[in-house]
């Protein structure tokens, strides 16, 4: 991957599911933010903690917006490639770019946003003092 | 509705949603079991209590089995009516039949069977005392 | 409906589905993207030609651009409303507003881009001629 | 994979997804059926001919039935092997098996069953001829 001081990205490699598609032959548009999230997953890893350890410690990461700029749609029989870098880290929330690949034609492109969430406060809050050090690692170009 | 004596019937009209078709043109065949789920939730809500609130009373209904046959496929612009009934009730689990129309023509039957869990303390149990007469009055047949 | 000359806005009802649920137990945010498609379909039926109906004549609303912004989320036992309205019309696409409520609550707001396509040519084209009064007849405001 | 006069198996490992899951904190049933597939599209390559290329000749392989026996759920964070084999081929359709493992814990089993279809006539067919020793050659036990 990237040096650490340039942040990280991750990479996954997704092969179109049939039931990805629908009736104009390429896949549905919605698709994209569920392969955004295993990308971010992926990403989120390389902190050290899987994002489920993450919730199992009490905390969420709640989506707040997303944008998608789609350029060319992915068929049944492609795999893709689908990067994930953090653009963006502040003390409450945080930021992540996204854009799919097939070889070397851009599809996707997009962005999410997120706030930290204290599960049993069921609120907003500040990121865990333990996770602050793993994402600062991994924020892009930091 | 039917008679009492008779069981209780759910029905409910859905319509095709573009992101369910596939590029065979017809609806993936996945998504009949999300709407034979929809009419699941509209039957038991005849029990006097609507499913998410079993939930909260510390009660799921674990899917163990499902079978669908396919007859023909519901296209977008389809309204389609699905039937759900209460097939079968055991002291730990149930059965529950369904049927997808459109108009007079039948497009997919179909069948799932439940065990009650007591999510707490993650295993399988018995009926609720307290459901067990509202699940025995939508019995089909009963 | 609103008066003609404000445009028209369609307004569609959606139960939440279980299955459309994630493990942070609210609605997983991609599925709001297929609930925005549900309502455009019911506005593009306003303009008396149903979307089917437009594919069939050799046409198609491709999806170029999509944004989102969650307030909160739905949740399973939810009966929301998605509203659509047509806000940019050019000759050769349009932009969507929506907005999920659960009664007076705004959940979700958001937009979608598009740009038509000759599916015979495969590639983007005008408005087809036929279709210019109808859509211009629902734009919001026109 | 396994020696040729025994069949073949197409072995898929599958990383759940969060979008998967439900409020239950499991992957929600019907997504079994999607990974089926993807299992399946693996298999069928094993013939030489990708399922696409298989459309592109003009065929397809319709869904007629489908039977789930679920065990245990699959949980985001976790990596699934699905395994598929040819069960029963046959001048008219064939029949599909299915097993999803988490390590050595069997999480589902499964079956689908398909019939040929010609599209350009939009009606059942006999297996095309070019695929008929492809297809025998994957055989389970044949």
């Avoid at 650490?4 to 919605?30: F, K, P, S, W």
């Avoid at 989120?44 to 944008?67: D, F, K, P």
């Avoid at 795999?79 to 996707?108: D, N």
């Amino acid at each position: 991957m990237s040096p650490a001081d340039d942040g990280a990205e991750a990479l996954i490699d997704v092969e179109v599911r049939y039931a990805e598609t629908d009736q104009m032959g390429v896949v549905h548009h919605a698709n994209y933010l569920v392969w955004f999230e295993l990308a971010r997953t992926r990403l989120c890893s390389q902190t050290g903690h899987h994002y489920s350890e993450i919730e199992q410690m009490g905390y969420q990461l709640l989506v707040t917006g997303a944008r998608l700029d789609y350029r060319r749609g992915a068929r049944y029989g492609d795999t893709v490639r689908v990067a994930c870098t953090l653009e963006r880290l502040s003390s409450r929330g945080l930021s992540f770019a996204y854009r799919v690949h097939r070889g070397e034609t851009l599809l996707v492109r997009g962005g999410t946003d997120h706030v930290w969430v204290d599960v049993a406060k069921g609120r907003a809050c500040r990121i865990p003092e333990r996770l602050e050090q793993p994402f600062a690692s991994i924020l892009n170009g930091g």
